[in-house]
C-alpha cells in the first residue's frame, strides 16, 4: 500500500500565498507520476497540476503562472506553491499517484480564500 499525507492548506485572503506538501510513504515507487487534485463542494475532482520524476510538468489553465508544482524524489514529497490565490481556488487539496493500475489518494487539505 501507497500512504499519501498533505499538510499546509489553511486560511488565506485573495492575493495571499500557500505552500502544499505532500509526503508519500510504504510501498511507494519513487519512479510514479505525482500529482495534486482539487474539489470544490457540488463539483467535481479536478486536475491541478502533475509532475514526472524527471520534473516534467502540466497544469491545469486555471492555475497557469500562479501554482507551481516540484517535487524531491529524495524524499518521496510533492510540493505545490499557489500565489495570487483567488476565492475560486477554495478547495480541498488532495495529493495523488497512481502505481500499479491504482489511484492513491492523500486524506485531503482544505483551502480556504476570502475576498
Known amino acids: 500500500q501507497v500512504q499519501l499525507v498533505e499538510f499546509g492548506g489553511g486560511l488565506v485572503q485573495a492575493g495571499g500565498s500557500l505552500r502544499l506538501s505532500c509526503a508519500a510513504s510504504?510501498?511507494?515507487?519513487?519512479?510514479?507520476?505525482m500529482g495534486w487534485y482539487r474539489q470544490a463542494p457540488g463539483n467535481q475532482r479536478d486536475l491541478v497540476a502533475t509532475i514526472t520524476y524527471g520534473g516534467s510538468t502540466k497544469y491545469a489553465d486555471s492555475v497557469k503562472g500562479r501554482f507551481t508544482i516540484s517535487r524531491d524524489n529524495a524524499k518521496n514529497t510533492v510540493y505545490l506553491q499557489m500565489l495570487s490565490l483567488k476565492p475560486e481556488d477554495t478547495a480541498v487539496y488532495y495529493c495523488n499517484t497512481k502505481q500499479s493500475n491504482n489511484d492513491y489518494w492523500g486524506q485531503g487539505t482544505q483551502v480556504t480564500v476570502s475576498s
Open positions: 510504504g510501498r511507494f515507487f519513487s519512479m510514479n507520476v
